[in-house]
C-alpha cells in the first residue's frame, strides 16, 4: 500500500513557476514508476509527466515539454514537478500516482488526492 500526498499548488500568474511535491509513504517508494496527471474542469484527466524508478528516465506530454520537469528523490520518497512559464491552460488539478510504464502507457496503481494550480492572464 502506498499513499500520496500533493502539495505545492496555487494560483500564479502566467509567466510565473510552481513546484509542485509529492510525498509518499511506505517504503516500497523505490519500486514503482511514479507520474504527474492533472484535469482541468470538464476535462478528462491527461497525462503530464512520468518517471521511472530510478530516476533515469523521464517523458512528457508535448504541452509541457521544456516547461515542466519531473524528478524524484527515492531518499525522501518524493517525486517533483517543477513548472516554469506556467500558461493559463496549465489551470487543472494536478494529481501524482504511484504505478508501472511511461507517458501515456503508463498503468497508476496508487493516486494521490490532487492540488489545485490555477494561473492568470
Known amino acids: 500500500q502506498v499513499q500520496l500526498v500533493e502539495s505545492g499548488g496555487g494560483l500564479v500568474q502566467a509567466g510565473d513557476s510552481l513546484r509542485l511535491s509529492c510525498a509518499a509513504s511506505?517504503?516500497?517508494?523505490?519500486?514503482?514508476?511514479m507520474g504527474w496527471f492533472r484535469q482541468a474542469p470538464g476535462k478528462e484527466r491527461e497525462f503530464v509527466a512520468t518517471i521511472t524508478r530510478n530516476g533515469g528516465s523521464t517523458a512528457y506530454a508535448d504541452s509541457v515539454k521544456g516547461r515542466f520537469t519531473i524528478s524524484r528523490d527515492n531518499a525522501k520518497n518524493t517525486v517533483y514537478l517543477q513548472m516554469n512559464n506556467l500558461k493559463p491552460e496549465d489551470t487543472a488539478v494536478y494529481s501524482c500516482?504511484?504505478?508501472?510504464?511511461?507517458?501515456?502507457?503508463?498503468?497508476?496503481?496508487?493516486w494521490g488526492q490532487g492540488t489545485q494550480v490555477t494561473v492568470s492572464s
Open positions: 500516482t504511484a504505478g508501472y510504464g511511461s507517458s501515456y502507457s503508463f498503468s497508476s496503481h496508487y
Open positions: 511506505g517504503r516500497t517508494f523505490n519500486s514503482y514508476d
